[in-house]
């Protein structure tokens, strides 16, 4: 089938290469729309007529090889549609492109192999409100300022009818971009959600039975893309923690620089942020001491408490928080012997201690008042006076 794209005189070396070896490469592309597959040729030809000028410098069997390596995938180069990029690296003072696959171009490809139909991903900020669970995700985005991003979230709906999902906290984001060669500029500065998406789209790739194929184009991306140790072992989250090498695997499912405890059986990684967040607009709520940030103890409470619920979701935790929070009465408080604050009421009492926040939540109090001011830490024992100030029962 002759192609339009031989309709031009080749400009230079590198279109001449394209231009002898366009039906091999039209064999070769993803998919079976001829349309399609003509309009990538036109678009990878034009490419190699007029080469960035960044990429001076690079031998131009080197450029000819990276634009094949795009058009097996099916990806246009360097243009409005953002499927992939040949960036220049210098490695031993030798300039060489490499191909890097960019956040559509990573959609593409997933929906090309014919694994994936649908693909959802999105960032989230500290007033969103969301479900969560291994096979769905649903975000509830509140309209005006929704704050800072605390993590970013994809959806695939698999071929096979299932669905797989994925959460990264900022701080998987950032753990991510700290292993990436061009961490300090480009769209990791300019484009930080953008980067943000197609990280933890590309985590979640990790859940698609990718064919041989398939996964050695995407590891080639991600180890020019990415820095790596092959002599060392890096941690890796998989249900259980264990040791693998280096490899996009390795990246793009390393655990969080700062360690942290073994999480229960099960749960999903703890969104620490959403936890801080939620945390500090309750003790302004209610009065309590403010958590100025979420310690190792504190992670254990959360943990054991949740395990006690049994429930995954962190911001079901803290509605049932806030619902027990309601139920304190002065009566309630004048018998706590405790400095009242999350600490205390989220513990799980152990040798038959009270647990206050199961009493509260079931109700076993006399009466609702709304913001109780409670006394902060360090501060001496309630007094009449300062249970008058709490108001008088309905």
């Not at 960044?54 to 031998?59: D, H, S, V």
């Not at 220049?88 to 959609?107: D, T």
């Not at 941690?235 to 280096?246: A, I, L, M, N, T």
């Not at 100025?292 to 911001?315: A, F, N, V, Y």
Request: hydrophobic fraction near 35%; charge should be neutral.
């Amino acid at each position: 089938m002759k192609n339009e794209s031989t309709a031009l005189v080749p400009k230079n070396r590198l279109e001449s290469w394209f231009v002898s070896r366009v039906e091999e490469t039209m064999e070769v592309l993803p998919g079976d729309d001829d349309r399609t597959k003509r309009t990538v040729l036109r678009s990878l030809q034009d490419f190699c007529r007029n080469p960035p000028e960044m990429l001076r410098g690079c031998e131009d069997k080197n450029v000819f090889e990276e634009v094949l390596k795009a058009a097996r995938l099916g990806l246009t180069l360097n243009d409005a549609l953002h499927h992939a990029s040949l960036i220049p690296f210098k490695s031993k003072g030798v300039k060489r492109a490499q191909l890097i696959i960019e956040y559509r171009g990573l959609a593409r490809v997933m929906r090309n192999s014919g694994l994936v139909k649908a693909i959802h991903t999105g960032l989230i900020h500290e007033a969103d409100s969301y479900e969560w669970t291994e096979s769905d995700f649903k975000l509830q985005r509140r309209l005006g300022d929704r704050g800072e991003i605390v993590g970013a979230y994809c959806v695939l709906d698999l071929s096979d009818g299932t669905r797989q999902t994925e959460v990264m906290s900022v701080v998987d984001v950032e753990h991510v971009r700290s292993k990436s060669r061009a961490k300090d500029s480009g769209p990791w500065v300019s484009d930080w959600g953008q980067m943000a998406r197609k990280t933890v789209l590309r985590r979640a790739a990790n859940l698609v039975d990718w064919s041989p194929d398939d996964a050695r184009q995407l590891q080639r991306s991600d180890r020019t893309e990415f820095t790596y140790d092959d002599s060392a072992s890096v941690e890796v989250k998989e249900g259980s923690v264990k040791k693998v090498r280096g490899g996009s695997k390795a990246v793009f499912e390393a655990a969080s620089p700062e360690p942290e405890p073994e999480p229960v059986a099960k749960a999903p990684r703890p969104a620490w942020a959403l936890h801080l967040k939620n945390a500090r607009a309750l003790c302004a709520q209610h009065k309590l001491p403010e958590w100025q940030s979420i310690t190792e103890p504190r992670k254990k409470l959360i943990r054991e408490r949740m395990e006690d619920l049994s429930i995954k979701d962190p911001g079901e935790l803290w509605a049932k928080i806030d619902s027990a929070l309601a139920n304190l009465t002065p009566a309630y408080y004048e018998n706590w012997t405790e400095a009242i604050g999350l600490d205390v009421l989220i513990r799980v009492p152990k040798r038959g201690n009270t647990d206050h926040f199961t009493k509260l939540l079931e109700g076993q109090v006399v009466r609702t008042v709304t913001h109780a001011p409670l006394r902060t830490e360090g501060s001496p024992p309630v007094s009449d006076a300062l249970l008058d100030l709490m108001g008088e029962e309905e």
